[in-house]
Nanobody
Framework: QVQLVESGGGLVQAGDSLRLSCAAS????????MGWFRQAPGKERGFVAG????????DYADSVKGRFTISRDNAKNMVYLQMNNLKPEDTAVYYC????????????????WGQGTQVTVSS
């Protein structure tokens, strides 16, 4: 199992960009598909983006498609979420997630979660 630690959250204005990072520990990082989820106050945690083991395939929620980009660096055990043109409705705690699969699947169980990082977008 991998341990995950997110960073990079903060307070920004609408239209700004932010890049979240997720550091993974453990030698098996390359065996996991990785993803990002978010949870706004009073709402359930929801899928944002996912990336395959190799980084060759990605998946995005409709609400972020074209604005967010997920990427990974297997040599550094890192996953990133580049968020552009941020909107107030993107305000949430963002969580990194690991899934023991070759490609990200919205139905396969997440095995590891990070502790989350807060992103606040002001209008």
């Amino acid at each position: 199992q991998v341990q995950l630690v997110e960073s990079g959250g903060g307070l920004v204005q609408a239209g700004d960009s932010l890049r979240l990072s997720c550091a993974a520990s453990g030698r098996a990082f390359g065996r996991y598909a990785m993803g990002w989820f978010r949870q706004a106050p009073g709402k359930e945690r929801g899928f944002v983006a996912g990336i395959s083991r190799s980084g060759g395939s990605t998946d995005y929620a409709d609400s972020v498609k074209g604005r967010f980009t997920i990427s990974r660096d297997n040599a550094k055990n890192m996953v990133y979420l580049q968020m552009n043109n941020l909107k107030p409705e993107d305000t949430a705690v963002y969580y990194c997630a690991a899934q023991y699969a070759s490609s990200w699947s919205r139905v396969v169980r997440v095995e590891s979660w990070g502790q989350g990082t807060q992103v606040t977008v002001s209008s």
